[in-house]
C-alpha cells in the first residue's frame, strides 16, 4: 500500500521526524534518514529502535508501529530499514479535508474587479480556507478570486497559488466578517501540502492534550 516516494512522519520519545519512502520491498520500508522536524538537522538512529509511524494517502491517515531492523542503500542513497506488517496498519480517521484554525497571510484578487488586497485565513482545510475581511469588504458570494496563500511548513515558507470562489459572506458582531471560500484550482502537490499542513498541526495538539 505504501508507495516509493511517499512521505513518512515517524515519532520516537515524544519527537517528530520526517523522512521518505525510498524503496519497498518484502514487507520492508527503505527510508532516506530522517531529519528531526524542529531543528530540521539528520538525526542518526540504531537498529532496534521503535518508532511509531503516520502517513496520508487519499486523504486519510494511517498509522502503525515500526523497528529499525537494518541499514542499506538503495542507488547508493543511505537508508534505514523498517519492518512494515500491512496487518497491523490503523487508519486513524477520515480525512475528508479536515478543518482546522490557523492564521496564515493571504493576499487576495477578484477576477472580476481586479481588486486587492491582505488579509489572513481563519481557517483552512485540503479543499477551502476562510478569510477575516472588513465589514465593507465588496466580495460577493459565487465570486471567482486569485490566492496566493503563505504555508510555513517544515522550517520554510512556502507560496501556494490558487483559484478559489467564494461560497458564503458569514456576518459577525465583530469589526470584520468571515469569507468562505472553495478551491476550484490548485496544484495536488499544493494541495497535499495544506493537508500536511492540517495533519502535523493536530498531531501536536494530541501531543499536548496527551502531555498536559
Known sequence: MIKIGTFLQIE????????????????????????????????????????????????????????????????????????FDQEKLKKIQRREFVRIEALLDVSVKSKISSRSFTSVTHDISGGGLSIIVDTDNSLQENELVDLMLVLPLDNKIEYLHIIGKTVRIHERKEKNNLVSIKFEEINPHDQQLIVRFGFLKQLQARQKGLSS
Open 12 to 83: 520516537e520519545n515524544k519527537t517528530f521526524y520526517k523522512c521518505r519512502v525510498i524503496n519497498t520491498k518484502n514487507n520492508k520500508l527503505y527510508i532516506d534518514y530522517p531529519i528531526n522536524e524542529d531543528t530540521n538537522q539528520t538525526e542518526l538512529f540504531s537498529v532496534g529502535t521503535l518508532f511509531q509511524v503516520s502517513f496520508i494517502e487519499n486523504n486519510s491517515v494511517y498509522s502503525f508501529n515500526s523497528e529499525i531492523i537494518g541499514k542499506g542503500k538503495v542507488k547508493n542513497i543511505p537508508t534505514l530499514i523498517l519492518s
